[in-house]
């Protein structure tokens, strides 16, 4: 810092880097003493938060900020994420071949069998985060940490490049070989490249490419603007201001955008840290620790349209205008590319952009409320367009109609308020009659079914736990001990719920006394001495039996094995001589004994009654008995009989679903496009839905088996507007950490 302060010529800015200076000679004691703690903790919230959602102002890196997201942050959280987002990424060119090797075998150490990044507890962002949290809590300005940050960023980062290094080594002398990186396909894997899966973190996350600038001035090396060129005016300051609705109005008409330009909207508290930082990075580019910026050339937009865009932007009279304007210029684009929209949807979108433009300059309400009918018809179309694998699919033609006939009112230079974009949600929605009262009553149907699925088969779990811990428990008997902890535990659940639901004092235990006798009875030994008391019981007993199994609408010939089983154990306790054990009993004794330790997970395997099955379209597992009894289609087909299926974007081991994801499912032979329409409360069960309303639930086990089958493919995780709108904010934080233009305004 004193050696950069020498080279200043503007004593303004030499006497904010003295500043710093001095307040690091204040503070330096404190800070060596404090970060080892803020390390620990960093550490200790980094493990214990696993894959739970960030909250803001939390560490992000340059692919974490999300455009929704960023209306919920406050101007100070703002600034902690573009501040943050910049450490990382200084400490992470300074070190990063140090940190792959050591990530790779401290993967193998931890028992993965490929690289996992985000299970590094000393990563660069950990450690940037811990420093980050400790500096902001510190009494001092904000231009002081913005200079040490500057210079000790690329300090830590050859600190931790050494230590990576040390610790490398230290693995390697213990047998420790790297894991392999795993490689997850990009848009450029067309082109024959993949990038490592771990390695993807400075790249888009999303299933849409990425903007890679905002197409308003050449970029030089460093990410500066060429000379002449014109400052970014996207940034992650400028856009949560718009979302806020800061700038409606704000500014007065001289400030047009053909002033911008020539225009100081720095914020002058870090105005000074801008040249020095890029330094930095051309310097680490230079040394060959810095990737080069390659920045891909943004396609051109149809000719009325980019005419369009230059008019509205000659006449923006405010700021906020002009954010509009280049917002959806790049949420456009977003669409335009993105390849899990069919083409003639895509060209119906670019040929539509004139009319969110101008809705945009008039309404900034657009990009802060979800709800607002502009942005809920492009949803609303980008979405429904997802139910369609290719153009040939049935309905797709219809689908087509409906968008053309709002493409040619889109055109219509009137249509630039809401409530003309309200008019055309509605008779588009009215026109794909996807929420006919049948759908509705069928969803309510399945959804109800597998509701009472749920609740009955959790509490069926917890009772055959209970069974299996009773004295009297018939341990050496499989098929009595697996009927009784499957198919009469879901009796026994069904009877404590409705008597959970019952008022208090009513009595709802006639299948849970059924249970105490169907054990006693199969004691040969106490049996034999009571032969009496069995004979009387017995009718009464089976009887029961069959009520209960009558009550959750099981059927009775998959149980004839326990009711055979059962009447063999009476007959041999009849005949029995007293205080003997029974000679059938010996007989088997030993076959049965075998399967007792499959007994516990036959009971936790979901069952759903026929009835139910039929209603939700509930798809078995038919690797292993979801019931005694009780199997799944046999004729399944194996993963290599399926038909071909492109390749689509996949998950990450262990990623979660969520309610209207797209997937391709394959079922009776054939591939059905299918979105995720319901998710039971305790997570155990999924329903898709696919076209004509037809239902297929499953557990989450079944959903995981067919992800590792290649049976289902995911197709979209997010929706497609909101991805693009990711995508923009994304741009804008990169625009932010690069120095394009530094937040405020």
Known sequence: MYERSIGVHDPAERQQIQNAIAALNKNRTLIGDEFPKHLKKAIDDDAAAGSSVKAPGAGRSLSSVSFDELELMGDNEVQQAVESARLQQLIKLACESGLAVFSARLSTAQGFLVVKADSNPMRPDVMAQALLNLLQALPVTAQARACWLLDGARIMGEELQALYVSLSDFLAGLGMPPAPYGVISTPDAKHGRVLPRERMDAFPMQNSPEPVSSGHAPLSRGGQPAPGGRKQLLTLDHLHHLLMGDYDNSIDESSSFSDFGSEEIVHHEFSHTVPAALDVLTELEEKGLAPSTVKASRPEPPRPVAQLRARLRTGAKTLGQSLAIEVVGLMIEQLVNDERLLMPVRRIIANAEPAFLRLAVTDSRFFSDKGHPARRLLDTITNTSLAYSSESAAGFPEFMQSLEEIAVRLKDEQVSEAEHFTELLHDFERKQNRNTPLQRQTQRRAVQALLQAEQRN????????????????????????????????????????????????????????????????????????????????????????????????????????????????????????????????????????????????????????????????????????????????????????????PASPALASGSEFNLGDWVDLFVDMQWLRAQLTWISPHDTMYMFTSEGGRKHSMTSRVLHHLLKLDMVKIISQKGVVDGALDSVARTAMRNSVHGENQPGA
């Open 458 to 645: 959790l509490m069926a779990s917890k009772i055959a736990a209970e069974i299996r811990a009773r004295p009297d428990f018939a341990e050496g008997n499989r098929t009595i001990s697996a009927f009784l902890t499957g198919p009469w535990a879901q009796v026994m659940a069904r009877e404590r719920l409705l008597g959970q639901q019952s008022a208090p004092g009513s009595t709802g235990s006639t299948y849970s006394l059924t249970l105490g006798d169907v054990l006693w009875s199969l004691d040969t030994q106490k049996t034999a001495k009571h032969r009496h008391r069995l004979l009387k019981m017995i009718p009464d007993m089976l009887q029961s039996v069959r009520d209960g199994l009558a009550s959750i609408d099981f059927p009775i010939a998959q149980s004839q094995s326990f009711f055979d089983e059962l009447m063999a154990i009476h007959q041999t306790a009849l005949k029995a001589v007293p205080d003997q054990p029974a000679a059938a009993s010996k007989s088997t004794h030993k076959l049965e004994k075998m399967f007792v330790a499959d007994d516990a997970s036959d009971a936790e395997q979901v069952w759903l009654a026929p009835s139910e099955v039929q209603h939700s379209g509930f798809m078995e597992d038919w690797d292993t008995p979801s019931m005694p009894g009780v199997r799944g289609d046999p004729a399944q087909p194996q993963a290599d009989a399926m038909p071909a299926k």
